[in-house]
């Protein structure tokens, strides 16, 4: 699987963002798929993942302002992300287990294919 995230940016504190992660090969649909962020200086830290069912776990933080999705027909993830603050800065990233393994994971060494990051600066 290889995953290229694009959709960030610099937004004004409060404003919506949604990133997407396409993914090319055939085992998409069968991937639990996450999104991660790292600040500078910062561990990488978990922000949401989605099961092959599309059963949903969010870091606690952040539920409520964030939601993921995916659409298995177009290879595709999604993280909208709602009322953004400064702390959400980072660059996001997007991850897929391997497809052998059902469970949605928190740690980000549990996911075995990244896409590069795209940035997200939330500043006035």
């Known amino acids: 699987v290889q995953l290229q995230a694009s959709g960030g940016g610099l937004v004004q504190p409060g404003d919506s963002l949604t990133l997407s992660c396409a993914a090319s090969?055939?085992?998409?649909?069968?991937?639990?798929m996450g999104w991660f962020r790292q600040a500078p200086g910062k561990e990488r830290e978990f922000v949401a993942a989605?099961?092959?069912?599309?059963?949903?776990v969010y870091a606690d933080s952040l539920k409520g302002r964030y939601t993921i999705s995916r659409d298995n027909a177009k290879n595709t993830m999604y993280l909208q992300m709602d009322s953004l603050k400064p702390e959400d800065s980072g660059v996001y990233y997007c991850?897929?287990?391997?497809?052998?393994?059902?469970?949605?994971?928190?740690?980000?060494?549990?996911?075995?294919?990244w896409g590069q990051g795209t940035q997200v600066t939330v500043s006035s």
């Open positions: 991850a897929a287990r391997d497809p052998a393994v059902s469970v949605i994971h928190r740690t980000w060494r549990s996911y075995a294919y």
């Open positions: 090969g055939r085992s998409f649909s069968n991937n639990v």
């Open positions: 989605i099961s092959r069912s599309s059963t949903t």
